[in-house]
Each structure stands twice: as structure tokens, then as C-alpha cells.
T-cell receptor, first 111, second 114 residues
Framework: QQPVQSPQAVILREGEDAVINCSSSKALYSVHWYRQKHGEAPVFLMILLKGGEQKGHDKISASFNEKKQQSSLYLTASQLSYSGTYFCGTRRWDSNYQLIWGAGTKLIIKP | NAGVTQTPKFQVLKTGQSMTLQCAQDMNHEYMSWYRQDPGMGLRLIHYSVGAGITDQGEVPNGYNVSRSTTEDFPLRLLSAAPSQTSVYFC?????????????FGEGSRLTVL
């Protein structure tokens, strides 16, 4: 069952912050975040393997709330280069080797 | 390093034709996989492999075959193309399993079935 990402799209001005959410109806083992620019392949951002885990990558960070079966991606002081579509991939406890992906959140950053 | 290389980048087929999408990686990754991506949807796993000689089905395997005779190569075969198989196909590999390690994606193959 596909995780639900919200919002579907967001438009920001450069320097503003954004939060993208990923929720699942099933218990999650891990959550993966990727960014994809138009016409390109998805690029890895981070993996969260433990409930409660938080990670950061430059001004992009994420948290994983295992009890709520959801993860959030935080983009701080957004830059033009952050534009793209963000996907979360989720692995459930009852599956191996398979990620189920959300439909994506399109992020547009304007100067 | 070339990373993950997919060919062809673009292909147009007629309904009923067959073809093979090629995928090769030079990172000595044991895990390789094929995804399809359709507008408004995320990636959907077609088939995956955890090593040479081992393959398994993903979410949407019908109409596709794979084989893994070497660590480097993981071709995807469309047996009898249908318009519903019009999509962008991505090959991805990982040092660890595709659910615990970073996935490295190829540039994608855009397939149109008429």
C-alpha cells in the first residue's frame, strides 16, 4: 500500500522553509528520501532506519516517528537547487528488499 | 566510474513487439532492480535481484522477465509490449539490499508503446 505524501506540491520563495510528510498505514522498518529533477534520475538524500531517528544533510533534515508510521523532510532556507520532486520510499517490517514509494511532492523554489 | 548505465534512452514499439532494456553497473553491487515510473505516481518495483542467478518479483512483474547471469548486468525483457507498458524505466543498484542502502539509479529509458 502506497505511503501518502503531503503536500502534493508547494511553491516557495528562496530562503523559505518547507516540510514534506510521508505517512503509511503499515508499520515501517525504514524510510528513504530521494529528490528527482525533471528528466533526471532520483538522487539519494537519506535513510532513516530507526524510529525516532533524525538525520541532517546540509540544510535538509528528516525525522522518523515509528509509532505514528510517518516521516517528515525539512528543508531550511531553501535554495533554487532544492527544486524538484521529493519521494519517500518505505520498507515495511513484513517485507524484504522492496521499497514502496509515495507519489511525490513537487517543490518549486522561486527567486 | 560510469555507475549505472541503461540503454536505450528512448524506444518506440508497436503493440506485440518484444525488446530488452539493458542495465549494467560497475560498482560491484549485489542488489539490482528495475522500476517503472508513471506520471503522478512514484516508482514501482518490477523485478529485483540480490545476486547473480537470483531474481524475484516486485509489485508489478506481469509482462516482464529478467535474468542475472553476471553481477554487472540485469536486463529487462518485455515479452509482448502493450500500451500500458508506456513508461519511464529506471534501473537501480545498491551495495546493500535495496531497502537498507542507497540506491544508485541509471538515467532512465523512456518507452512508448503504440
Amino acid at each position: 500500500q502506497q505511503p501518502v505524501q503531503s503536500p502534493q506540491a508547494v511553491i516557495l520563495r528562496e530562503g523559505e522553509d518547507a516540510v514534506i510528510n510521508c505517512s503509511s498505514s503499515k508499520a515501517l522498518y525504514s524510510v528513504h528520501w530521494y529528490r528527482q529533477k525533471h528528466g533526471e534520475a532520483p538522487v539519494f538524500l537519506m535513510i532513516l532506519l530507526k524510529g525516532g531517528e533524525q538525520k541532517g544533510h546540509d540544510k535538509i533534515s528528516a525525522s522518523f516517528n515509528e509509532k505514528k508510521q510517518q516521516s517528515s523532510l525539512y528543508l531550511t532556507a531553501s535554495q533554487l537547487s532544492y527544486s524538484g520532486t521529493y519521494f519517500c520510499g518505505t520498507r515495511r517490517w513484513d517485507s524484504n528488499y522492496q521499497l514502496i514509494w509515495g507519489a511525490g511532492t513537487k517543490l518549486i523554489i522561486k527567486p | 566510474n560510469a555507475g549505472v548505465t541503461q540503454t536505450p534512452k528512448f524506444q518506440v514499439l508497436k503493440t506485440g513487439q518484444s525488446m530488452t532494456l539493458q542495465c549494467a553497473q560497475d560498482m560491484n553491487h549485489e542488489y539490482m532492480s528495475w522500476y517503472r515510473q508513471d506520471p503522478g505516481m512514484g516508482l514501482r518495483l518490477i523485478h529485483y535481484s540480490v545476486g547473480a542467478g537470483i531474481t524475484d518479483q516486485g509489485e508489478v512483474p506481469n509482462g516482464y522477465n529478467v535474468s542475472r547471469s553476471t553481477t554487472e548486468d540485469f536486463p529487462l525483457r518485455l515479452l509482448s509490449a502493450a500500451p500500458s507498458q508506456t513508461s519511464v524505466y529506471f534501473c537501480a543498484s545498491s551495495y546493500q539490499g535495496g531497502d537498507t542502502g542507497e540506491l544508485f539509479f541509471g538515467e532512465g529509458s523512456r518507452l512508448t508503446v503504440l
